[in-house]
C-alpha cells in the first residue's frame, strides 16, 4: 500500500484582546483573593473582550492572518477552515463561515466547526491532518478562538468558574510535508460521555418546549457549571495516558520530548503532569498564567508563543495534549 503523505505546521498565529484582567480586580466582584487563585491555578491575570471591538471570529480572523503570514501564504492559498469554539457568534451558523467572510476569501472553500471545548484544537488539528494525508486538500487553516467573560457568572456565586476562564485566540497553517518523518507524527482522540455533566453549560438546550423561556428561567445554567475537583482527578490521569499512548505508537519515550505544550486549564495540572513524566522545567510551556484557560484556543496560543519566544527549533519533538468538557482528551505528536 502507498505510504499516505502527512501533514506539517508551516505557520502560526495569536491574538488576544488589549483588555488585562488581573486577579485584584477579580477581587472587587467575586469575593475571592489574588493569592487564592494563584495558589489554586497560576493564573495571575487573563484577558477580557471588549464588546464592539472583539468577537470570537475577528480574534480567529488576526490570529488567522498571522498565521499566514508566518506560511507566506494568503487566503485564497486556504482550501478548507476548521473552526475550533464552544464560544461561537452565533448559536448557529457557526464561526467557521464567518471567518472565511472576515478574511474575504473568493473562493467557496469548505468552514467546519468542530466543539470539543478543552480538546477542539487537536480534534481540529486531527481533522485537518486526515483531510491532507488522503490528498483532499493541501493548505488547511486552524482555529481556535474563544470569548468567556462575556458568559461567567461575575458574582461570588461564579467564583469557582468566572476565575479561570480567559478570551483569546490562536491559529495554524497546516500544508502537507515534503521532510520524511517530519511534521504530525499521529494524534490520539478520546471522549467520555458519561461524564457530560461534570463541564457543563446547559442553556439553552434544544431539548424542551419553548427552550427560550426555559433558558431565561432558568438563568442559572446559562452559565458554565464545573465540577473542579472531578475535572481535575480525571485531567490528571487523562493527560499522561494519552500523551504515553502517542509516544508508544511512535517508538518513542518521554525523555525524547523537547516541548510539551499542553491545554492550559490550571498551572497546577500541569505541574503535575510534568512529574510524573518526569520532564526539566524547560520542555513544558505555560502561559496560564497571563491568559487564564482558554479552552480551544489555549494550545495554539501557547504554540504560537513559544515560536515567537524561539523555543521550538526544526527538528524538536513536540508533544501538545488535552482534556476537558465531555469529557473529552487527545494528544498531538509532531517533529517540528
Ligand atoms: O479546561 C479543562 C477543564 N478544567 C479544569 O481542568 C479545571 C479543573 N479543576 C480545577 O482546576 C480546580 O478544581 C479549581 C481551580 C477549579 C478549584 O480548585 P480546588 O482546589 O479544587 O478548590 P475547591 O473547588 O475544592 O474549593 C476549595 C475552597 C472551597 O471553600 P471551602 O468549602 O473549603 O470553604 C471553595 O468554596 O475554595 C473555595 N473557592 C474559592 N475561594 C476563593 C472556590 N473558588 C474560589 C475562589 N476564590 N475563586
Given at each position: 500500500m502507498a505510504t499516505l503523505r502527512h501533514s506539517e505546521i508551516a505557520g502560526t498565529g495569536h491574538y488576544v484582546p488589549s483588555r488585562v484582567v488581573k486577579n485584584a480586580e477579580l477581587e472587587t466582584l467575586l469575593d475571592t483573593s489574588d493569592a487564592w487563585i494563584q495558589e489554586r491555578t497560576g493564573i495571575q491575570e487573563r484577558r477580557w473582550f471588549e464588546e464592539g471591538i472583539d468577537t470570537t471570529t475577528n480574534m480567529g480572523t488576526k490570529a488567522a492572518q498571522m498565521a499566514l503570514a508566518d506560511a507566506g501564504?494568503?487566503?485564497?492559498?486556504?482550501?478548507l477552515i476548521v473552526f475550533a469554539t464552544l464560544?461561537?457568534?452565533?448559536?448557529?451558523?457557526?464561526s467557521g463561515v464567518l471567518l472565511q467572510r472576515e478574511l474575504g476569501m473568493k473562493d467557496h472553500v469548505p468552514a467546519l466547526d468542530v466543539r470539543n471545548q478543552c480538546s477542539g484544537f487537536i480534534y481540529a488539528l486531527s481533522v485537518a491532518d486526515q483531510f491532507i494525508k488522503t490528498g483532499m486538500y493541501d493548505n488547511v487553516l486552524v482555529v481556535g478562538s474563544e470569548i468567556h467573560s462575556s458568559g461567567l457568572d461575575k458574582t461570588p456565586r461564579g467564583r469557582g468558574v468566572a476565575v479561570i476562564f480567559g478570551d483569546g485566540a490562536g491559529a495554524v497553517l497546516l500544508r502537507p510535508s515534503t521532510?520524511?518523518?517530519?511534521?504530525?507524527l499521529s494524534t490520539h482522540l478520546h471522549a467520555q460521555g458519561e461524564f457530560a455533566e461534570e463541564l457543563i453549560v446547559k442553556e439553552p438546550g434544544s431539548n424542551r418546549e419553548g427552550r427560550v423561556t426555559v433558558a431565561v428561567e432558568n438563568q442559572a445554567d446559562m452559565y458554565p457549571y464545573m465540577n473542579g475537583q472531578n475535572v481535575f482527578k480525571n485531567a490528571v490521569v487523562r493527560f499522561p495516558q494519552v500523551i504515553k499512548e502517542a509516544l508508544d505508537a511512535n517508538q518513542?519515550?518521554?525523555?525524547?520530548?523537547?516541548l510539551l505544550i499542553p491545554h492550559q486549564a490550571n498551572l497546577r495540572i500541569t505541574q503535575y503532569v510534568q512529574g510524573k513524566m518526569g520532564l526539566?522545567?524547560?520542555k513544558v510551556f505555560s502561559n496560564i498564567q497571563r491568559y487564564g484557560n482558554t479552552t480551544a484556543a489555549s494550545i495554539p496560543l501557547a504554540l504560537s508563543e513559544a515560536v515567537q519566544q524561539g523555543k521550538i527549533k526544526r527538528g524538536d519533538l513536540l508533544c501538545l495534549a488535552a482534556f476537558g468538557s465531555g469529557f473529552t482528551w487527545a494528544s498531538a505528536l509532531i517533529r517540528w
Open positions: 501564504l494568503t487566503a485564497d492559498d486556504v482550501q464560544s461561537p457568534d452565533y448559536v448557529f451558523p457557526g521532510r520524511a518523518g517530519h511534521g504530525i518513542l519515550q518521554a525523555a525524547d520530548i523537547d526539566a522545567d524547560d
